[in-house]
């Protein structure tokens, strides 16, 4: 069975002697439980005692749901070392709070137990970290999968992975699209959006929300601003509604609106976003769009190819406050996306070959920052399969000025 590198992060450190809580978080399909249980079989080959439990099977999970779980791994405890796994932490009311009072109390007595707290929406686990166990925890962020990971593990192809992405649940379903499509629409959609949100944060417009989340889908990697997104959607909220809804989506590992690059944090907090679905598999899903679609219709497939790469990249980069993703554009001229690590910072024109490619975005970019490097992905460029295969720091030490 495939192991993914979290597998290898996460039984190291619980067989660590300091010990720290572990946060495994990640978008709806990609494998979270999967990978906890191939570490638990690892663990309880070395001797050390498992108790997983699930929230998400208690309609009404709360501090006894909690403490009556953790009081079992106290009493097994006693025998040898225990990991305990709280899955779905995030539906647990108050589970932050609850959660310190307990780990606390091991800490003092010096129970050797080590917790792992599992999570499908990456923003509500965030807050509930920040507010109550700082100095407390270790994040494990797992993304969605990449080209490689589904080529090697179901032996999907480019022109798969374009269509179908990077959801593991969907692989054995592609033989059917109308079945794939469904059970991504239903299964990953629906359930990150009504359960992953809806159920966990304040809305007051769950139609607006949903709205928001299409036409990232049916328009990907578009540059809107605020305002037009509203008039597209024909409605008449408030740009910081619609922004909140944004952060809503992106930590549910939907969309992200990638931020236009300015060289000042403070210009760049009022660009437009580039809306950037995180995973291609949502668009297919949402437009219905097939292989044999994707293969007659050139523009489209364009569309695919640049989400492919950006969501890839900003999913490698997630959660490092070193590296950031944005777009860069004046005029018409524009930079599909601006990788910056540290001081370096790096162009990306994604090239499909459905267009000619002048270069004059690249270059109005390097006139403006001349310490910046440009890297064209496709073409005669870097071939898409080796971009989907390197890490972003890498992509920095290959790229060349134009």
């Known amino acids: 069975m495939y192991k993914r590198k979290e597998f290898c992060v996460l039984r190291a450190r619980l067989m660590e002697p300091a010990r720290r809580i572990q946060v495994v978080t990640g978008p709806r399909q990609v494998g979270k439980t999967t990978m906890v249980r191939q570490v638990m079989e690892a663990l309880e080959k070395q001797g050390v005692n498992t108790l997983y439990a699930s929230a998400d099977l208690y309609a009404f999970g709360g501090a006894v749901w909690i403490e009556e779980r953790w009081n079992a791994a106290r009493v097994q405890s006693m025998e040898t070392r225990t990991v305990l796994i709280l899955d779905e932490i995030q539906k647990v009311s108050n589970w932050s709070e609850i959660v310190k009072f307990l780990w606390d109390q091991e800490t003092s007595r010096k129970t050797p137990i080590s917790v792992v707290l599992l999570g499908s929406s990456a923003l509500l686990i965030q807050k509930g970290l920040s507010e109550s166990l700082a100095g407390r925890f270790e994040i ?189 554009n004046i005029g018409d001229s524009e930079v599909d996306f601006v990788y910056t690590r540290g001081n370096a910072v790096t162009g990306l024109e994604v090239f499909s070959g459905t267009r000619g490619h002048t ?31 390197l890490n972003p720091a890498e992509l920095i030490e290959v790229s060349n000025p134009m």
Not at 362 to 387: C, D, N, V, W, Y
Request: proline share 4%.
């Open 140 to 328: 494990i962020r797992m993304g969605h999968w990449s080209f490689l990971e589904m080529q090697n593990s179901f032996g999907f192809n480019l022109e798969q992975f374009l269509v179908y992405g990077g959801y593991p649940g969907g692989a054995d379903l592609i033989g059917d699209f109308n079945r794939w499509r469904s059970y991504i629409l239903d299964s990953l959609i629906e359930t990150s959006i009504s359960k992953d949100i809806l159920m966990m944060a304040r809305v007051e417009k769950p139609i607006l929300l949903r709205n928001l989340f299409m036409l990232a889908c049916e328009y990907p990697c578009r540059i809107l601003s605020y305002t037009k997104i509203l008039g597209q959607l024909q409605d008449t909220g408030n740009t910081t509604t619609l922004a909140h809804y944004l952060d809503l989506l992106q930590g549910a590992g939907l969309i992200t609106g990638l931020k236009k690059y300015c060289g000042s944090v403070v210009r760049k907090r009022g660009s437009s976003p580039k809306l950037l679905p995180m995973n291609t598999a949502l668009i297919s899903a949402v437009q219905g769009i097939n292989m044999k679609t994707l293969e007659e219709n050139p523009q489209t497939r364009g569309w695919f190819v640049e989400a492919a790469v950006g969501a890839y990249v900003y999913g490698k980069i997630s959660g490092n406050p070193e590296e950031k993703l944005s777009y860069w």
């Open 359 to 389: 270069h004059r975005g690249m270059e109005q970019f390097r006139r403006k920052f001349p310490s910046s490097t440009t890297l064209l992905i496709g073409g005669e460029g870097l071939p898409l399969e080796k971009a989907l295969s």
